[in-house]
């Protein structure tokens, strides 16, 4: 097993209205913190941070975070000398100023930090029992209990250069590829023991934010979640389906800004002792094995207009 990070520990982004947020993730079946000026995302299952929401003008990608080993940090630093990859200040903002602050390729801000696993170490329980002769399975639908995920399971974020990407978190954070489908969207896991995926990227023509995927123990979860948030006027959306690279059960529900959150089920486990062997297919034979066609708009990137500052800013830095 090779140094890697073990977690995708967090996402931030900024948005421009908190309120909404809240509203929409509270809805979506998550426990929605207020700290100072921002908000902190939850679930029932656990205390820790999943994700971080700060007032803009405008919806984008602020930084992702990933948990990694303390012997395992002065490679991290060695890997981005090699690279040439300036390291960062943390920023105002950052939870702490201990991390290993860098931006890829495209310009995303990266955090390296020294946190607790929490990517699962075994594939995650799954609950779909019936009932038996002459009881009924599921309650009435105003006794429908809410949906509760149990943990953030990955993110997909956008990239100009799908290879590219590959190679530079292979290369720096030590992920391993789990598929790909041309150079369309490729998945990558943590070689100490993760989901199929805990970062995904998409082809695009600018860095963005698609979608935060959320673990739950069922099917009947995935469409109660679907459900659930249908009731609350978030209609926009894609599922229910089953995906063929990762294999879960989803359905995405459309935020307020244009990106998705998942409910996820059942999607495979990669672990630490390797054995994977990845798969290349075309984008057509590698999306999505059943479900709807998707909306014309699911793979759009609507924070594709900061693309040139983002560029800039970035080449200034290796400058």
Request: aromatic fraction near 10%; proline fraction near 6%.
């Given at each position: 097993?090779?140094?890697?990070?073990?977690?995708?520990?967090?996402?931030?982004?900024?948005?421009?209205?908190?309120?909404?947020?809240?509203?929409?993730?509270?809805?979506?079946?998550?426990?929605?913190?207020?700290?100072?000026?921002?908000?902190?995302?939850?679930?029932?299952?656990?205390?820790?941070?999943?994700?971080?929401?700060?007032?803009?003008?405008?919806?984008?990608?602020?930084?992702?975070?990933?948990?990694?080993?303390?012997?395992?940090?002065?490679?991290?630093?060695?890997?981005?000398?090699?690279?040439?990859?300036?390291?960062?200040?943390?920023?105002?903002?950052?939870?702490?100023?201990?991390?290993?602050?860098?931006?890829?390729?495209d310009g995303?801000?990266?955090?390296?930090?020294?946190?607790?696993?929490?990517?699962?170490?075994?594939?995650?329980?799954?609950?779909?029992?019936?009932?038996?002769?002459?009881?009924?399975?599921?309650?009435?639908?105003v006794d429908?209990?809410?949906?509760?995920?149990?943990?953030?399971?990955?993110?997909?974020?956008?990239?100009?250069?799908?290879?590219?990407?590959?190679?530079?978190?292979?290369?720096?954070?030590?992920?391993?590829?789990?598929?790909?489908?041309?150079?369309?969207?490729?998945?990558?896991?943590?070689?100490?023991?993760?989901?199929?995926?805990?970062?995904?990227?998409?082809?695009?023509?600018?860095?963005?934010?698609?979608?935060?995927?959320?673990?739950?123990?069922?099917?009947?979860?995935?469409?109660?979640?679907?459900?659930?948030?249908?009731?609350?006027?978030?209609?926009?959306?894609?599922?229910?389906?089953?995906?063929?690279?990762?294999?879960?059960?989803?359905?995405?529900?459309?935020?307020?800004?244009?990106?998705?959150?998942?409910?996820?089920?059942?999607?495979?486990?990669?672990?630490?002792?390797?054995?994977?062997?990845?798969?290349?297919?075309?984008?057509?034979?590698?999306?999505?094995?059943?479900?709807?066609?998707?909306?014309?708009?699911?793979?759009?990137?609507?924070?594709?207009?900061?693309?040139?500052?983002?560029?800039?800013?970035?080449?200034?830095?290796?400058?």
């Amino acid at each position: 097993m090779g140094v890697g990070i073990h977690s995708l520990d967090h996402f931030s982004l900024v948005v421009p209205d908190l309120e909404e947020a809240a509203a929409f993730y509270d809805r979506f079946g998550l426990q929605v913190r207020s700290a100072g000026d921002e908000l902190t995302l939850h679930t029932a299952a656990s205390a820790h941070r999943w994700g971080r929401f700060r007032s803009g003008a405008a919806k984008a990608l602020d930084y992702l975070s990933f948990g990694a080993f303390a012997e395992d940090v002065p490679t991290f630093h060695e890997r981005l000398r090699a690279r040439r990859v300036a390291t960062l200040p943390a920023p105002a903002h950052a939870v702490d100023d201990s991390g290993i602050w860098f931006r890829d390729d495209d310009g995303t801000l990266i955090e390296i930090r020294v946190a607790e696993k929490v990517s699962p170490d075994t594939k995650s329980s799954v609950s779909n029992s019936t009932a038996p002769p002459g009881v009924a399975a599921m309650p009435l639908r105003v006794d429908a209990p809410a949906v509760q995920p149990r943990r953030l399971s990955h993110v997909l974020i956008f990239t100009n250069d799908v290879a590219r990407a590959i190679d530079f978190y292979g290369a720096i954070l030590g992920l391993g590829l789990s598929d790909a489908a041309g150079d369309a969207v490729a998945f990558m896991h943590g070689v100490h023991g993760s989901d199929h995926h805990l970062v995904a990227f998409g082809k695009s023509d600018a860095p963005g934010f698609h979608h935060c995927s959320w673990d739950v123990e069922s099917v009947n979860d995935v469409g109660l979640g679907a459900m659930n948030m249908a009731d609350a006027g978030h209609t926009r959306g894609w599922g229910l389906g089953r995906h063929v690279l990762g294999s879960n059960f989803f359905h995405y529900v459309r935020d307020p800004w244009g990106s998705y959150s998942e409910y996820s089920h059942d999607i495979d486990f990669i672990p630490s002792n390797g054995g994977w062997q990845p798969h290349h297919v075309s984008p057509d034979n590698g999306f999505y094995l059943w479900g709807p066609l998707p909306p014309p708009d699911f793979v759009f990137n609507y924070e594709s207009a900061s693309a040139e500052l983002v560029r800039d800013t970035v080449a200034s830095e290796r400058a």
